[in-house]
């Protein structure tokens, strides 16, 4: 398994062991991860903490200059909200874990011309699915 997937599944799993749900990013350049993030939407009573987001923020300064190439990978395809931050941030490729529990705005991604990546990793498509099962209603898909 790519190396950058299994740092997002460790973040997704990071989250879930401190009550959240288990959807996990991290944001790379030139092969060093410069931001970590998992969704953090139950710790922080916060509807906007998606684990992209959570991962840009804690990159700290990204440079939207051409030579600055950052790849983000996550484990679950992202919402509208997060596909908006990636645009704006200027990632120019995502690698997406699954997008068997929840497909987001990959089209609207690709419109916007960020290669998108879809591995269907069984891991990543288990880990979610089983939360739910454990948990129901406890994430509410785009919320």
């Given at each position: 398994m790519d190396k950058y997937l299994r740092a997002a599944i460790e973040e997704a799993k990071?989250?879930?062991?401190?009550?959240?749900?288990?959807?996990?990013?991290?944001?790379?350049?030139?092969?060093?991860?410069?931001?970590?993030?998992?969704?953090?939407?139950?710790?922080?009573?916060?509807?906007?903490?998606?684990?992209?987001?959570?991962?840009?923020?804690?990159?700290?300064?990204?440079?939207?200059?051409?030579?600055?190439?950052?790849?983000?990978?996550?484990?679950?395809?992202?919402?509208?909200?997060?596909?908006?931050?990636?645009?704006?941030?200027?990632?120019?490729?995502i690698v997406i874990g699954e997008n068997i529990n929840y497909q987001g705005a990959e089209e609207y991604l690709q419109t916007r011309g960020v290669e998108v990546v879809v591995l269907n990793n069984l891991e990543c498509i288990n880990m979610l699915r089983d939360f739910e099962e454990q948990n129901p209603g406890v994430w509410k898909k785009g919320d």
């Open positions: 990071q989250g879930m062991e401190m009550g959240g749900v288990p959807i996990g990013s991290v944001l790379v350049l030139n092969d060093v991860i410069v931001g970590r993030g998992h969704n953090r939407q139950n710790q922080m009573k916060s509807i906007i903490r998606h684990a992209e987001i959570d991962c840009i923020d804690n990159a700290g300064e990204i440079k939207n200059q051409d030579d600055h190439k950052y790849v983000l990978y996550t484990t679950l395809s992202p919402c509208e909200m997060c596909a908006g931050a990636i645009i704006f941030f200027n990632i120019t490729k």
